[in-house]
């Protein structure tokens, strides 16, 4: 069965600095790979997903993740952070072979300093 | 366009009791899903309903369980409520093979407390 880990359970950073979130899955398949964002007290949102085709994606609000095969990675960026960015975010790894199990990570909180 | 939405947003129940969450998807979804998101647990997969069927089944008791209906809203029930149930309790709903395309659309949870 597949699954993700998150390797960072909280990231601090400072406004304007770059934003890395890091990610890595486990999956006997060809996976189909997302992050999610939950700002406090709401849903998740989708924010970017790789499903086989080009490996750099690009989401929204300027965040992007590479999927790299080699080293079954899938972490997440942004250039510069902003303080409307601090909000927990997840790695979700989804096998469509396998009834579309879809395994969250555990989260990543991100901070984000004035 | 409305959300997902869930009812109610608080329960507070006792160790024993019975627990029904109710969830609306988004006009056109046909799939709903339940999670649970547990205190330093994340989110752990419940139950999985297209078309009114359960379609996947998370590692949970038997005593979670829901069902779909006509019109595709969802109700989760959780039987004989045990302490370690309090959590918030997040719907999500997709088009058909949403999860072939990862958009799941969230509602903002129920939030279950039992005492």
């Known amino acids: 069965a597949q699954s993700v880990t998150q390797l960072d359970s909280h990231v601090s950073v400072s406004e304007g600095t770059p934003v890395l979130l890091r990610c890595n899955y486990s999956s006997s398949y060809s996976p189909s790979l997302f992050w999610y964002v939950q700002h406090p007290n709401k849903g998740l949102q989708l924010l970017l997903k790789y499903t086989s085709a080009a490996t750099l994606v690009k989401g929204i609000n300027g965040f992007e993740a590479e999927f790299k095969k080699s080293e079954t990675s899938f972490h997440l960026t942004k250039p510069s952070a902003h303080m409307s960015d601090a909000a927990e975010y997840f790695c979700v790894v989804s096998d469509v072979n396998n009834n579309n199990d879809m395994r969250f990570g555990a989260g990543t909180r991100l901070t984000v300093k004035p | 366009e409305a959300g997902v939405t869930q009812s109610p947003t608080h329960l507070i129940k006792t160790r024993g009791q019975q627990a029904t969450l109710r969830c609306s998807p988004i006009?056109?979804?046909?799939?709903v899903y339940w999670y649970q998101q547990a205190l330093g647990l994340g989110l752990q997969f419940l139950l999985w309903?297209?078309?009114?069927?359960?379609?996947n089944r998370g590692n949970f008791p038997p005593r979670f369980s829901g069902r779909q209906f006509p019109n595709y809203s969802s109700e989760l029930n959780v039987n004989a409520l045990e302490l370690e149930d309090s959590a918030l309790y997040l719907c999500a709903s997709s088009f058909p093979g949403g999860l072939n395309t990862g958009e799941l659309f969230f509602g903002e949870g129920s939030r279950l407390t039992v005492l």
């Open positions: 309903y297209d078309e009114g069927e359960e379609r």
């Open positions: 006009s056109g979804h046909t799939s």
